[in-house]
């Protein structure tokens, strides 16, 4: 049989109030409208669950019984309820992002400062991959949505245009790159940069991908590949070569034995995208949170 929610609430205030009149009252139900909901569910259940005098109410053996579930049915009916109103006014809820390590550390921490510092109650899982890893979490959904450097338009995910960035040379104070200007035009640009040795991030990197298409076919002097562009930062201002990396990560080259140069090349420049699924719609705290993304993306130099 299917037992309404307006039978359990009855039965319990009958079980609470020992009184036909005063249930129905705490119930808003004229008496007969609430002894006909009392009546549909012993005649549903099969069983009598109240013995019944002119002075006296009273739950029956399989009342007792029955009293136990319908206080654990109310609570949960009450516990999911108070968390979808919860989840629609964003006192609760989890979202699920990953974006590039450049993002993570230096523009998100400020933007998820102030959604949190509005939204407290919603959690928040970041993965700061690069951009392949990010487009494999949002299609397996161990993400809602990433940002990453990679066009992933398919059947199920949809990709859109975020922010662009740019990249700069960066090079200890006292390197001759430091104290002249490029040669003009992309060729000699090149030219100059790529007679210098490089400390380069690895293959796998978007912005090592970047770089080799900007470079090409101009061969370029690596003295090492790492994966961290703290490690870069201590290797360039060791004096063992010069890097070039994005304008987002410029937070890591604030130093004084270091200097940092706009580059202008053709090509040269980063475009991230918004990848989410196709197929599903954000929950209302990832809805929340992708549009104060929008709203604070980042403006590249």
Same mark, same amino acid.
């Given at each position: 049989?299917?037992?309404?929610?307006?039978?359990?609430?009855?039965?319990?205030?009958?079980?609470?109030?020992?009184?036909?009149?005063?249930?129905?009252?705490?119930?808003?139900?004229?008496?007969?409208?609430?002894?006909?909901?009392?009546?549909?569910?012993?005649?549903?259940? #099969?069983?009598?669950?109240?013995?019944?005098?002119?002075?006296?109410?009273?739950?029956?053996?399989?009342?007792?019984?029955?009293?136990?579930?319908?206080?654990?049915?109310?609570?949960?009916?009450?516990?999911?309820?108070?968390?979808?109103?919860? @989840?629609?006014?964003?006192?609760?809820?989890?979202?699920?992002?990953?974006?590039?390590?450049?993002?993570?550390? #230096?523009?998100?921490?400020?933007?998820?400062?102030?959604?949190?510092?509005?939204?407290?109650?919603?959690?928040?899982?970041?993965?700061?991959?690069?951009?392949?890893?990010?487009?494999?979490?949002?299609?397996?959904?161990?993400?809602?949505?990433?940002? @990453?450097?990679?066009?992933?338009?398919?059947?199920?995910?949809?990709?859109?245009?975020?922010?662009?960035?740019?990249?700069?040379?960066?090079?200890?104070?006292?390197?001759?790159?430091?104290?002249?200007?490029?040669?003009? #035009?992309?060729?000699?640009?090149?030219? @100059?940069?790529?007679?210098?040795?490089?400390?380069?991030?690895?293959?796998?990197?978007?912005?090592?991908?970047?770089?080799?298409?900007?470079?090409?076919?101009?061969?370029?002097?690596?003295?090492?590949?790492?994966?961290?562009?703290?490690?870069?930062?201590?290797?360039?201002?060791?004096?063992? #070569?010069?890097?070039?990396?994005?304008?987002?990560?410029?937070?890591?080259?604030?130093?004084?034995?270091?200097?940092?140069?706009?580059?202008?090349?053709?090509?040269?420049?980063?475009?991230?995208?918004?990848?989410?699924?196709?197929?599903?719609?954000?929950?209302?705290?990832?809805?929340?949170?992708?549009?104060?993304?929008?709203?604070?993306?980042?403006?590249?130099?």
């Amino acid at each position: 049989m299917n037992i309404s929610s307006r039978q359990i609430d009855a039965f319990l205030a009958l079980a609470a109030q020992r009184s036909f009149t005063r249930a129905a009252a705490q119930c808003h139900l004229s008496q007969p409208a609430f002894s006909a909901l009392i009546r549909a569910l012993e005649d549903g259940l #099969g069983l009598r669950l109240f013995d019944r005098s002119t002075r006296h109410v009273g739950l029956t053996a399989e009342g007792e019984n029955f009293h136990a579930s319908a206080l654990r049915i109310r609570a949960e009916v009450d516990a999911a309820l108070a968390a979808m109103r919860d @989840a629609a006014t964003l006192r609760r809820g989890r979202v699920a992002i990953a974006l590039l390590p450049s993002l993570a550390a #230096g523009w998100l921490p400020g933007v998820l400062a102030g959604f949190h510092a509005r939204h407290p109650g919603v959690e928040l899982d970041i993965a700061d991959v690069l951009s392949e890893p990010c487009i494999e979490r949002v299609a397996t959904g161990r993400a809602d949505f990433a940002l @990453a450097a990679i066009r992933a338009d398919t059947p199920e995910l949809q990709a859109e245009p975020f922010c662009r960035d740019g990249f700069h040379l960066v090079c200890r104070t006292d390197h001759p790159l430091a104290a002249r200007p490029l040669p003009g #035009g992309a060729p000699a640009s090149l030219r @100059a940069l790529a007679q210098w040795p490089f400390i380069h991030l690895a293959r796998h990197s978007s912005v090592r991908q970047y770089l080799e298409a900007a470079f090409h076919p101009q061969a370029m002097r690596t003295v090492m590949e790492v994966e961290q562009l703290a490690t870069v930062t201590g290797m360039v201002r060791a004096g063992l #070569g010069i890097s070039v990396v994005p304008t987002f990560t410029l937070f890591h080259f604030q130093h004084p034995d270091l200097a940092t140069r706009p580059l202008t090349l053709p090509g040269l420049t980063r475009q991230i995208y918004l990848v989410r699924r196709r197929d599903r719609n954000l929950s209302a705290a990832a809805q929340a949170l992708h549009a104060h993304v929008l709203r604070e993306r980042p403006r590249s130099d």
